[in-house]
């Protein structure tokens, strides 16, 4: 396995990150009418966590005995915004189309990206994604539902978290042993209202095998691809390609959902991955020049 993602150039192991993530999310979509969302987070959450603690049991038992109590409250609060986040964007996903969504949650990193800048280029792009995101929550003729929108700014607050806690818990805990946790720790936040909300819909064996393969698309492969590619990678180019994942949701909302955009929406999403780019360049920039103080 190793050797086969050492043959794919690293670009496309960061693009077949994104596809499957949001192939994953296209997938849970199409179960909700079957199940509410809250529930097929749960069942996502639960296999990930499952399959993450499988493959690095041994690494996380000797981390948890490791830890500090400071430690576990850092790793609580990153699976409190593993939670938050993923059940935001399933309520939001199931109002609105997958790629509006995606968009509107992108502002979490885009707001960690610049929240500490004192460049006026940054105030530009931070104007360039609003102006997007107004476009999108103008929507169609139709209009769109605002409650989507808002469940989707919660899920861009809850990524901003996730990204903020991330980089405490990748210092804390080995490996990926906090985000072992952290998985186990959201299923057990989200289960009671899965749990309830699921009934015995949820148990049935295609249910459990669809919820399987999203864990696996939006968690398992996607983690592993990306940590290869930022083995070879410089942050900065992790980050720009990164930023093309509100366009690749809203291709998987038009191939897998048929979800057709606007013209009017379709440039909406290309003023936020613009202002993405912008803002990762700008940010990699300020990070290679030489130190001043």
């Known amino acids: 396995m190793t050797s086969l993602l050492r043959s794919v150039p690293a670009p496309g192991l960061v693009l077949g990150g994104i596809v499957s993530v949001q192939l994953g999310a296209g997938i849970a979509k199409g179960l909700f009418s079957t199940l509410p969302p809250t ?3 749960f069942l996502r959450l639960a296999f990930s966590a499952i399959v993450l603690l499988a493959i690095g049991f041994a690494a996380f038992g000797k981390a948890l005995r490791l830890a500090r109590r400071a430690d576990l409250v850092v790793a609580v609060g990153f699976g409190l915004a593993l939670a938050t986040m ?8 199931s109002r609105i189309p997958l790629g509006i969504a995606v968009t509107i949650e992108f502002l979490g990193p885009l707001g960690v990206a610049v929240a500490f800048s004192r460049r006026w280029v940054d105030v530009v792009w931070v104007v360039l994604a609003a102006f997007g995101v ?13 409650v989507g929108v808002l469940f989707a700014l919660v899920a861009a607050c809850g990524w901003a978290s996730y990204i903020l806690l991330g980089s405490q ?3 804390r805990f080995p490996g990926a042993s906090g985000l072992v946790l952290a998985s186990i720790v959201g299923t057990v936040l989200v289960a009671p209202f899965g749990v309830a909300s699921g009934g ?3 148990w049935e064996p295609h249910i459990l095998a669809t919820s399987a393969v999203i864990a696996l698309l939006s968690s398992v492969v996607p983690y592993t691809l990306e940590l290869e590619a930022l083995r070879r990678l410089p ?3 992790f980050g720009i390609l990164m930023s093309l994942e509100p366009a690749v949701a809203a291709l998987v909302g038009l191939v897998v959902l048929n979800e057709i955009l606007y013209a009017r929406e379709w440039f909406a999403i290309a003023c936020v991955v613009m202002a993405c780019l912008g803002a990762t360049r700008t940010r990699a920039r300020r990070a290679e020049a030489p130190a001043r103080d």
Do not use: H, K, Q
């Open 39 to 41: 529930a097929v987070v």
């Open 86 to 93: 993923n059940f935001a964007i399933y309520e939001s996903f």
């Open 134 to 146: 107004a476009m999108l929550t103008r929507g169609g003729t139709e209009g769109i539902d605002l």
């Open 169 to 171: 818990v990748g210092r």
């Open 200 to 202: 015995t819909a949820m």
């Open 235 to 237: 942050a900065r180019v």
